[in-house]
């Protein structure tokens, strides 16, 4: 009989984002390559979506490929590249059969070509999909997004399409890769590592962090209903007070 998750009274994080940590360690415990820790990895990505989904979460964001991970050894990085992009051939089909609206974060130059065109593919086919808003960091890294999004807005004032006034945070948010999509309620980091490494650096100023020692091939839907719980225990305060200042 399939587990249950009791979702009466609990107050479901609307976004959640993910740094998924541990494919290595996973692999080498079990004397495997670290390549088969990806492969497991990808596996779980795939899992979790329809379990963030099942729970009720509306946007789940995921940590693929970093800025930084160009520097892990060239036969690694084709690897993954590799397994990223029979991950977005095969997404697709399933994500059209789950009604999920999938977009990539990260700049695209870097990448083979066929790998942005399917990344191309795969957001204009589900962009009217209305089920899990997924989206998966490739070549992303918090501190380029921010950088190209200001070089961006400089060209627009060069141009007169906006003006150094109207800069606020507003406008700042439609220049990122995330423009559109809500600050993440809750970060999970599994594998015991306690950083942010880069990611979301913006998007993440008032969101509850969960750590798990898990690594990300063994997360699974009881860890983010874990995560969901402890999630609900956090009084979110947005540097406001929680009570009224008794004066
Ligand atoms: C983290 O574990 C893994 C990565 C940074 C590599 C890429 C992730 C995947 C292949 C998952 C697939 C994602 C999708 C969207 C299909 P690590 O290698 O840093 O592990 P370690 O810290 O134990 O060495």
């Avoid at 109207?166 to 306690?194: C, F, H, M, N, V």
């Amino acid at each position: 009989m399939a587990k249950e998750y009791p979702l009466e009274n609990l107050n479901i994080p609307q976004h959640v984002a993910i740094i998924l940590d541990g494919n290595g360690r996973w692999a080498k415990k079990r004397m495997l390559p670290r390549n088969m820790g990806h492969v497991q990895g990808a596996k779980t990505v795939e899992q979790i979506c329809e379990d963030a989904h099942d729970l009720g979460v509306k946007y789940l964001t995921v940590y693929a490929f970093s800025t930084e991970n160009w520097s892990r050894p060239p036969k690694e990085v084709a690897a993954i590249m590799k397994l990223l992009r029979n991950y977005l051939k095969d997404c697709i089909k399933r994500a059209n059969n789950h009604d999920m609206r999938v977009r990539v974060i990260g700049e695209r130059g870097r990448l083979d070509e066929d790998i942005w065109q399917k990344i191309e593919e795969l957001e204009k086919s589900t962009c009217e999909n209305t089920g899990l808003n997924f989206t998966i960091g490739i070549n992303y890294g918090s501190r380029d997004e921010m950088l190209r999004a200001m070089r961006k807005m400089g060209e627009d004032i060069k141009l007169g399409a906006c003006e150094v006034e109207d800069i606020d945070e507003k406008l700042y948010e439609s220049y990122l890769d995330t423009a559109g999509i809500p600050d993440p309620d809750l970060l999970i980091r599994t594998s015991g590592e306690q950083r942010l490494s880069n990611y979301l650096l913006w998007q993440l100023a008032y969101t509850e962090f969960y750590f798990t020692d898990v690594l990300w091939p063994d997360f699974n839907k009881d860890e983010l209903y874990q995560a969901i719980l402890q999630y609900n225990k956090r009084q979110r305060r947005f540097g406001g007070l929680m009570e009224e200042p008794k004066v």
